[in-house]
């Protein structure tokens, strides 16, 4: 997190109302990336490069629907998800710093998966089209066979670029853990081979995420000539609150945002918000909104910082006792500030399908389930009549890449051209099979692409 958070001026935000969704990006970026680190130039070629491929001109676009439901969809990507807006620019930020170190990295990761196909394979595909091509970033994702959609591992196993390698497994997410644990636990291997990972924790990431909160404020504010600033509600659907902590770090910008969170049935950060109950449940159960199904949503670690008044110690503290039992009881004040910058909701399957359903019959619109939890909540508050100001509700994927979810609702799913070429296209995915040893394959991989490199060099 940076030490010191700029304040922003009725001013500026004012001149920034009026900015597109890539100049916000700029901008916010230009405030904690200093021209010692990157020019004002260079970093405004970065952000093009990074929302180049977008198939939108705004690149992130709202719409405007029925009775003051306002929908930011941020999925107008590559993949068809939001992880390609702030992943597409922390891999230009790194191609950037290993250029100037004259430097390579081999990326490794897993998608975050479950019992439920359909997990978390946004961030896979996002990281791959992200540095896909790139010179001195080689990539290496474990795919987990079977706990993907048909889409989400399509978009992986097509990439047919020198320096993506792609891994599918059979094992569960435990199991896919093991190789990895074991060879980022070698830290003299993990230095000799420039290994890293490229996860949703990553700050650069939730810096780009502030975006969304400034633009969706600009969109939807009545007016900015009233004293003091009108405010706007800002729903986000989140499953480790990375979109969540960026509200939080643009209300404490100055940001007159009032931030309410919706979750599915996985409630940790319901709970938190509502009682101070940080701590696990059993299990994580399956849902349609799966990238969701999370138990442990480690940016919430930034917020409870963040609200604490940057108490570093009283932080570490509390995740420290976490991971000890599991269990946190929110201090009364932490408590106390945290449900004062955000309300709270959980859904279940059941309200998403039934959300979907009414968001099609009065607008025509298809959510994905994703959004259909943002836009619940939208739905409790206008239902109860209860007067609040202008609400956007951030919509994190297309539901093109959920057709199961729109036939559980009853709906007709919409396939576009780009998504139905993936299944004529070639797919590349070698075989980590039940028996094999994985931790000794994703050896032997890293050290044969740094043979190449030296090779090649």
């Not at 969540?244 to 009032?258: D, R, T, V």
């Not at 044969?448 to 060099?457: M, T």
């Amino acid at each position: 997190m940076p030490e010191e958070l700029p304040q922003l001026d009725r001013e500026t935000l004012r001149q920034w109302s009026t900015l597109s969704y890539p100049d916000l990006v700029k901008e916010l970026c230009a405030l904690f990336i200093g021209p010692q680190l990157i020019s004002r130039d260079d970093l405004t070629g970065l952000i093009d490069r990074a929302f180049s491929r977008f198939r939108h001109k705004e690149v992130v676009h709202l719409s405007r629907l029925r009775n003051g439901l306002n929908v930011l969809e941020l999925w107008h990507g590559v993949t068809y998800a939001f992880k390609d807006l702030s992943l597409g620019c922390t891999a230009q930020f790194l191609q950037r710093f290993l250029e100037k170190r004259k430097q390579r990295v081999t990326v490794v990761g897993r998608l975050p998966p479950s019992s439920h196909p359909g997990t978390s394979g946004d961030t896979g595909s996002a990281a791959i089209e992200s540095v896909h091509g790139a010179k001195n970033v080689d990539i290496i994702v474990l795919l987990p066979k079977g706990h993907c959609t048909r889409i989400q591992e399509l978009q992986m196993t097509t990439v047919l670029r020198e320096n993506v390698h792609v891994f599918g497994v059979e094992g569960n997410s435990d199991e896919l853990d093991e190789p990895i644990k074991a060879v980022f636990a070698d830290v003299a291997f993990v230095k000799k081979h420039n290994l890293m990972s490229l996860n949703s924790i990553n700050w650069s990431r939730v810096l780009v995420q502030m975006a969304h909160h400034f633009f969706a404020y600009f969109r939807c504010a009545p007016s900015l000539d009233t004293d003091p600033l009108p405010a706007v509600e800002v729903v986000v659907p989140t499953g480790a609150a990375g979109n969540l902590a960026a509200g939080c770090i643009a209300q404490k910008m100055g940001l007159p945002i009032h931030l309410a969170v919706a979750v599915n049935c996985n409630d940790i950060i319901h709970r938190t918000v509502q009682r101070g109950d940080f701590s696990l449940s059993r299990a994580v159960k399956p849902t349609l909104a799966s990238a969701m199904d999370i138990q442990v949503p480690y940016n919430m670690e930034r917020i409870f910082w963040l609200l604490s008044g940057s108490d570093s110690q009283g932080t570490r503290a509390l995740m420290e006792q976490f991971e000890r039992t599991q269990s946190v009881s929110l201090p009364e004040e932490l408590h106390s500030k945290l449900s004062e910058a955000v309300a709270s909701e959980s859904v279940s399957d059941e309200t998403i399908t039934q959300t979907m359903s009414r968001c099609w019959e009065e607008n025509w619109y298809l959510l994905c389930p994703h959004s259909a939890v943002a836009v619940s909540y939208h739905y409790q508050q206008t239902d109860r009549q209860q007067p609040s100001p202008p609400r956007c509700c951030l919509a994190p994927a297309s539901a093109a890449k959920f057709p199961e979810a729109v036939l559980a609702a009853g709906l007709t799913p919409e396939t576009p051209p780009e998504i139905l070429a993936l299944e004529s296209k070639e797919a590349r995915c070698a075989a980590m099979r039940k028996g094999d040893d994985w931790t000794l394959m994703l050896r032997d991989t890293i050290e044969k692409l740094s043979r190449q490199r030296v090779i090649s060099s």
